[in-house]
């Protein structure tokens, strides 16, 4: 996904009761050990998988997981087409544009149902639909330029009457008045607006003609097609559903493991990061995850995201998603 710029906050967050605070691997499980290609540095937004470590829900399922950080500058489709991780997480358009390009890539589930791409706004300013957007200025970052485009495109919305202009991943142009809005996310950028104070409103694009999976896991088409690699691969997501479902139920949880464990030293607030991952459920469960399971893609959610990247200028085929890992991981359930 696209990032911001990490912005240090003090530690002095409200005590949180002793969760886990650690895990101890015995010996290596039959499987062998995976690395998994993290979509962005350790922060709230693996808390499924560090949930599916600490409490061993991955080597109960008979693997071993190294969690690699991401960044800015790591983009998880070459370390996967690479080898040096199994699995990868990052965003669709991303990952089509690489298939696109020849990469021999797979989706095989998704994190997010709903993007958290937003507009984001001061209260004040009164952006509570698209066309408020008239006569605004905007700060864009060059890599949501393409997205941008095509959400004003959907909304009708003649960029000329917009005044977009280039924007870094900072809050305080916003703040200032200088902006009246920018482009960040439901669930991190307006969770820290609001924990400085700010009162901000956001327009969730996917609300607005514009739905896209997002933070999505990816595999090579031979790993599909491998059959040691292809059961390491439903055993990492057998533990990540099982680690998200219960990131799900507790909040409190996932904050207390990326601050104090695994993302311990990226100065991260607790209760900003706990109210993240609430925020993130708004995004992950849906009818169609109570229906199917978490990650599920539905062949109208494909649909909806293939003719939503299509306006972004991008190509992608059905086949670039598939559900069969899934299904195997599942068995015929919705939960693990």
């Given at each position: 996904m696209?990032r911001r710029t990490?912005?240090?906050?003090s530690a002095?967050a409200?005590?949180?009761?002793a969760l886990?605070?650690s895990?101890a691997?015995?010996?290596t499980?039959?499987l062998?050990?995976?690395?998994?290609q993290?979509?962005?540095?350790k922060n709230?937004q693996?808390?499924?998988?560090?949930?599916?470590?600490?409490?061993k829900y991955?080597?109960?399922e008979?693997?071993?997981?190294?969690l690699?950080?991401?960044g800015?500058?790591v983009?998880a489709?070459?370390i996967?087409?690479?080898?040096?991780a199994?699995?990868?997480?990052n965003?669709?358009?991303n990952?089509?544009?690489?298939?696109a390009?020849?990469?021999?890539?797979?989706i095989i589930g998704?994190n997010?149902?709903?993007?958290?791409?937003?507009?984001?706004?001061l209260t004040?300013t009164?952006?509570k639909a698209?066309?408020d957007l008239l006569g605004k200025?905007?700060?864009?970052q060059?890599n949501?330029?393409?997205?941008?485009?095509?959400?004003l495109?959907?909304?009708?919305?003649?960029?000329a009457s917009?005044?977009t202009v280039?924007?870094?991943?900072?809050f305080?142009?916003?703040?200032s008045?200088e902006?009246?809005?920018?482009?960040g996310?439901?669930?991190?950028?307006v969770?820290?607006?609001r924990?400085?104070?700010?009162?901000v409103s956001y327009l969730?694009?996917a609300?607005?003609g514009?739905p896209m999976?997002?933070?999505?896991y990816?595999?090579?088409?031979?790993?599909?097609?491998d059959?040691?690699k292809r059961?390491?691969v439903?055993a990492f997501?057998?533990?990540?559903?099982r680690g998200?479902?219960?990131?799900?139920?507790n909040?409190?949880?996932?904050?207390?493991?990326?601050v104090d464990?695994?993302g311990?030293?990226n100065?991260?607030?607790?209760a900003?990061q706990e109210?993240?991952?609430?925020?993130?459920n708004?995004?992950m469960v849906?009818?169609?995850?109570?229906?199917?399971?978490l990650?599920?893609?539905?062949?109208?959610?494909?649909d909806?995201?293939i003719?939503t990247l299509?306006?972004?200028?991008i190509v992608a085929r059905?086949?670039?998603?598939?559900?069969?890992i899934l299904?195997e991981?599942f068995q015929g359930?919705?939960t693990?």
């Amino acid at each position: 996904m696209d990032r911001r710029t990490f912005i240090k906050v003090s530690a002095a967050a409200l005590a949180a009761p002793a969760l886990v605070t650690s895990r101890a691997l015995a010996d290596t499980p039959k499987l062998g050990k995976i690395a998994y290609q993290l979509g962005w540095v350790k922060n709230f937004q693996f808390a499924g998988e560090y949930i599916a470590d600490a409490n061993k829900y991955f080597e109960q399922e008979g693997i071993a997981v190294d969690l690699l950080a991401g960044g800015p500058s790591v983009s998880a489709e070459p370390i996967v087409i690479s080898g040096k991780a199994l699995v990868g997480q990052n965003s669709t358009d991303n990952t089509a544009n690489a298939v696109a390009k020849g990469a021999p890539l797979k989706i095989i589930g998704t994190n997010y149902q709903k993007s958290p791409s937003s507009i984001i706004s001061l209260t004040k300013t009164g952006l509570k639909a698209p066309k408020d957007l008239l006569g605004k200025t905007v700060g864009i970052q060059a890599n949501n330029q393409v997205v941008w485009n095509a959400f004003l495109k959907i909304n009708g919305i003649d960029p000329a009457s917009v005044n977009t202009v280039p924007a870094q991943h900072d809050f305080t142009p916003l703040v200032s008045g200088e902006l009246d809005a920018f482009f960040g996310f439901s669930n991190d950028d307006v969770v820290q607006l609001r924990q400085k104070g700010q009162d901000v409103s956001y327009l969730l694009m996917a609300d607005y003609g514009y739905p896209m999976f997002n933070c999505n896991y990816l595999v090579t088409e031979e790993t599909l097609k491998d059959k040691a690699k292809r059961a390491q691969v439903v055993a990492f997501m057998r533990g990540a559903i099982r680690g998200w479902q219960e990131a799900v139920k507790n909040p409190a949880l996932s904050a207390q493991l990326t601050v104090d464990v695994y993302g311990k030293g990226n100065g991260l607030d607790r209760a900003a990061q706990e109210k993240s991952a609430a925020a993130t459920n708004e995004l992950m469960v849906t009818a169609d995850t109570e229906k199917h399971g978490l990650f599920w893609m539905t062949d109208k959610s494909v649909d909806e995201t293939i003719a939503t990247l299509a306006t972004a200028g991008i190509v992608a085929r059905k086949d670039l998603f598939t559900n069969e890992i899934l299904e195997e991981a599942f068995q015929g359930k919705t939960t693990l």
